[in-house]
């Protein structure tokens, strides 16, 4: 199949450790003869004569383990952190293609990279009217993204906890601030993740503009109530501390007066 999809690619050597039963039995190596390819196993006991395959192998065990870790999704799915992982690599520049990814030497384009997400992050898919219990129930479920479809850019596939199977979805919208463990379900707005954000970074700036900010919620209000009354406070603090620091210099002043411990001129 790979030979008629590229077809001035040629597979022409079959390279694998010496593994009983993996690769070296007959049916796999009949394909083998009757394609034309040479089938080259390793020695026994020499994992490194294979290390170009066996590298490459650490490096997607790597991506996988840290993309299980962030998503604290349940263990059965390795095998799709793997597959992800190895996606993922296909569209990353590499400096042995010289800063090309391996799916633009292979393809001849760069790759298309805006469908991508983070692995494990919530997401709400639509579900079809078949599937829903009544017509004033959800018309959307919470699932988990955990790999890709091929070359399709509008397919993913997703994770559906309460039935155990993964299924394959378009209709679909992400959060990718809400992982695995965490319930997308207690955000005010799922469907609207920007809003938080583009209020903070709205405030941040007007306040280095010097620049009243309006807020938008009871919560800031309420926030900003306390801060007020804090930085109030502070000020009160902080002239109350210079009042008696100038009480105790007039103290001392007075002490040297009445002792005449010291000689004390005017100032011109």
Not at 98 to 110: I, S
Not at 119 to 147: D, H, I, N, W
Request: net charge positive; aromatic share 8%.
């Amino acid at each position: 199949m790979l030979e008629l999809k590229f077809q001035p690619h040629r597979i022409t050597r079959f390279r694998s450790d010496n593994g009983r039963g993996e690769y070296n039995n007959i049916e796999f190596l009949s394909i083998l003869k009757e394609s034309g390819i040479s089938f080259e196993p390793a020695p026994p006991y020499t994992p490194h004569k294979n290390g170009i395959s066996k590298r490459m192998i650490q490096t997607h065990n790597m991506k996988a383990r840290a993309m299980m870790l962030d998503c604290q999704l349940p263990s059965i799915l390795w095998a799709e952190a793997i597959n992800t992982a190895n996606y993922l690599h296909a569209q990353s520049p590499t400096a042995a293609n010289k800063g090309m990814t391996p799916y633009q030497k292979l393809y001849g384009r760069k790759p298309e990279v805006s469908h991508l997400r983070r692995f494990g992050c919530s997401a709400y898919r639509l579900l079809p009217a078949s599937q829903r219990r009544g017509k004033f129930t959800a018309c959307v479920e919470v699932v988990y993204m955990v790999g890709y479809v091929h070359d399709s850019t509008t397919l993913w596939r997703l994770w559906d906890a309460d039935r155990k199977h993964v299924i394959l979805a378009s209709n679909v919208r992400f959060d990718e601030f809400a992982k695995g463990h965490e319930p997308a379900n207690m955000r005010l707005d799922p469907f609207d993740f920007e809003k938080p954000a583009a209020n903070a970074s709205r405030q941040d700036d007007a306040s280095r503009q010097g620049n009243p900010v309006a807020l938008s919620t009871p919560e800031d209000a309420n926030v900003a109530d306390v801060n007020a009354i804090e930085a109030s406070r502070q000020v009160d603090s902080d002239a109350s501390r210079q009042d008696d620091a100038g009480r105790q210099v007039d103290a001392d002043m007075r002490w040297c007066y009445d002792t005449a411990s010291y000689n004390l001129r005017k100032r011109p």
